[in-house]
């Protein structure tokens, strides 16, 4: 099962960055997108029966994910409390057999998880979802949490969560444990 995750998400990291060199947006009269919407990247993959897909979000603002199943039935979870969404922890789901939007609000604090989960009604299914930024929502000048770089750049600062904090506990134990093995390994060989 963790190799195919391993390799759904390798599979949305491609078409990820394939669908940032496009540029384009295919729209349909039955899909209207506001003008006001920018496109900012097209992730599109397959995702097994009863397994998930994980993303994450950094843009700040008011964000739409609209995500369309185009085989089977893809759901969609979005947590800004945890990186791994799913049917049991959530802030934001939509779980239709077809069509699915979440509007992931302005205030949510970055980075924000999206889990994409695939039905097990359906052996596979493949989706593809549209992520843009709504420039019609102004952004607050005052807003504390976040500090112009040297560079002009605005960013965000974050607090450090826990899950934040195991991740490193976890990175930190396994370079002592890989340098404890290869001192071992010097001296038996």
């Given at each position: ?26 729209s ?7 003008e006001e919407?920018?496109?900012l990247?097209?992730?599109?993959g ?20 609209h ?41 949510f ?34 807003d ?6 040297e ?6 600062k ?14 930190i ?6 340098g ?7 001296i038996?060989f």
């Open positions: 099962m963790w190799v195919a995750m391993s390799w759904t998400r390798n599979a949305l990291l491609v078409a990820l960055l394939l669908s940032q060199g496009r540029g384009f947006l295919n349909s009269e039955d899909d209207p997108i506001p919407w920018v496109l990247h097209v992730v599109q397959h995702i097994g029966a009863g397994n998930y897909s994980y993303l994450r979000l950094n843009h700040d603002g008011r964000i739409i994910l995500m369309q199943s185009l085989k089977g039935d893809a759901d969609l979870y979005v947590s800004d409390k945890t990186l791994r969404p799913s049917y049991d922890t959530y802030k934001l789901q939509s779980v239709t057999c077809g069509q699915d939007v979440v509007v992931v609000p302005g205030d604090v970055r980075p924000v998880g999206i889990g994409i989960y695939g039905h097990p009604s359906h052996k596979e299914s493949e989706f593809e979802m549209r992520v843009f930024y709504d420039k019609t929502v102004p952004q607050d000048p005052f504390k949490s976040s500090y112009t770089s560079d002009g750049h605005k960013q965000k974050s607090p450090q969560t826990a899950e934040d904090d195991f991740q490193e506990e976890e990175s134990f396994w370079t002592i444990l890989i404890l093995l290869k001192i071992i390994l010097e038996l």
